[in-house]
Nanobody
Framework: QVQLVESGGGLVQAGGSLRLSCTASGRTINTDTVGWFRQAPGKEREFVAANIWTGGNTYRHVDSQKGRFIGSRDNAKNTVYLQMNSLKPEDAAVYYC???????????????????WGPGTQVTVSS
């Protein structure tokens, strides 16, 4: 059974940082596009970032946060990371990682393109 599990969420003060992890089991995700989404109470789930395999051992990171969030991977651990810096109270949400087992080359913010989802991890930012 293929699973994704997020970790690294928690409580942080505004301006602080957190690193989220997304670890896969049952499948090697080193060539999958892995996206990060978040959902705050009363709001729809929204795109945060994506880490895209571009061939060999190289990846491209895209995000909606103007560079505050940085993606990386450790293929030996089958894990994708999201480093979140300069956190703001409005960043508070449940953060989900999702993997796409089928390659695609655009619209990384489209949730339906991802077919494996983790249960989420809570991020709380105090002002």
């Amino acid at each position: 059974q293929v699973q994704l599990v997020e970790s690294g969420g928690g409580l942080v003060q505004a301006g602080g940082s957190l690193r989220l992890s997304c670890t896969a089991s049952g499948r090697t995700i080193n060539t999958d596009t892995v996206g990060w989404f978040r959902q705050a109470p009363g709001k729809e789930r929204e795109f945060v970032a994506a880490n895209i395999w571009t061939g060999g051992n190289t990846y491209r990171h895209v995000d909606s946060q103007k560079g505050r969030f940085i993606g990386s991977r450790d293929n030996a651990k089958n894990t994708v990371y999201l480093q979140m810096n300069s956190l703001k109270p409005e960043d508070a949400a449940v953060y989900y990682c999702a993997a796409s087992t089928r390659p695609f080359e655009s619209r990384y913010d489209t949730q339906s393109k991802y077919d494996i989802w983790g249960p989420g991890t809570q991020v709380t930012v105090s002002s």
